[in-house]
């Protein structure tokens, strides 16, 4: 009866410390340029090893309809997860919104609104 009470409490405590060390990604940072190439900067820093604890996934949607869902196996590097994508779809005025998950905990979402057509009205 012991051992099984003593062993519930250090599986308790092992579980809260790996989830102590789990965060969620701090920031995202999404830029469409005028070539579509959409690039996605996922602020994650890690203490250990960034293929235990990394962005696992990243989700696109354009318009609330996912068209990108990449996983990956570790992190570019301990404090990002950089990617790159083109956008061919992608018009003026459109929101295109960028979900990363955490390996281990959490996750984040950032949404940027492509900027509205340019009127033709000039002097």
């Known amino acids: 009866m012991k051992y ?10 092992i579980l809260i410390a790996s989830i102590a ?3 969620p990604p701090d920031s995202i940072k999404i830029n469409l340029d005028s ?12 203490k250990k090893n960034p293929s235990e604890h990394y962005i696992k996934e990243v989700l ?5 309809a996912e068209i990108i869902k990449q996983d990956f196996q570790s992190q570019t590097d301990t404090k990002r ?14 929101k295109i919104t960028v979900t990363a998950y955490c390996s281990l905990y959490g996750e984040m ?15």
């Open 109 to 123: 979402t950032q949404m940027l609104a492509s900027p509205p057509a340019k009127s033709g009205g000039g002097k």
């Open 35 to 46: 070539s579509s190439t959409l690039s996605i900067m996922v602020f994650h820093p890690v």
């Open 81 to 94: 997860q950089d990617v790159e994508y083109t956008l061919i779809d992608a018009k003026p005025g459109d």
């Open 60 to 64: 696109v949607k354009l318009n609330g």
């Open 4 to 13: 099984s009470i003593f062993s519930g409490f250090i599986l308790s405590l």
């Open 21 to 23: 060390q789990a965060t």
